[in-house]
């Protein structure tokens, strides 16, 4: 099977452009060798793909007929990737959980939405009779005439 074909297969990239497109860019070899989306990859075959900023490698046990369930991944492929390169995106998502600085910019949708939140919960416990709020109750002296 392809390789193209076989990244896609496995669920590695969502389609097989994007695997040919990864493919063509350098960031998948066999071996130490990069190749082209044309070769065959055989059982046994020890893959190495940078995606994410991070280098995967997946030792190939058998090759699907076509596109499999996630869950029959793993009687396709061993993941065989370094525990530092999972170390270093765990990294990554918390350094990068928050990327703007309070008060820079323009709200995101979630920061909104946290906002209304706020401000609702907020008027509905502290005023239930919005008379009272605003003052009139009517019996203002200057009304009387």
Do not use: C
């Not at 389609?15 to 070769?39: D, L």
């Not at 997946?58 to 029959?72: D, F, M, T, W």
């Not at 990737?81 to 995106?89: A, F, G, P, R, V």
């Amino acid at each position: 099977m392809r390789i193209d074909k076989f990244l896609w297969s496995i669920r590695f990239y969502k389609t097989r452009t994007i695997a040919t497109e990864e493919i063509k860019k350098n960031r998948v070899s066999i071996g130490a060798s990069v190749v082209k989306s044309s070769k065959e990859v055989k059982e046994g075959d020890v893959i190495k793909i940078r995606k994410n900023q991070i280098d995967y490698k997946i030792k190939v046990i058998q090759i699907p007929k076509s596109r499999i369930g996630a869950k029959l991944v793993p009687l396709h492929i061993q993941d065989v990737t370094d525990k530092e390169q999972y170390e270093l995106l765990k990294m990554r998502k918390i350094s990068q959980d928050y990327y703007r600085n309070k008060g820079e910019g323009r709200p995101t949708k979630k920061d909104r939405r946290d906002m209304d939140g706020y401000v609702e919960n907020d008027i509905a416990s502290d005023f239930t009779d919005w008379d009272d709020f605003f003052g009139e109750t009517g019996d203002d002296p200057e009304d009387k005439d």
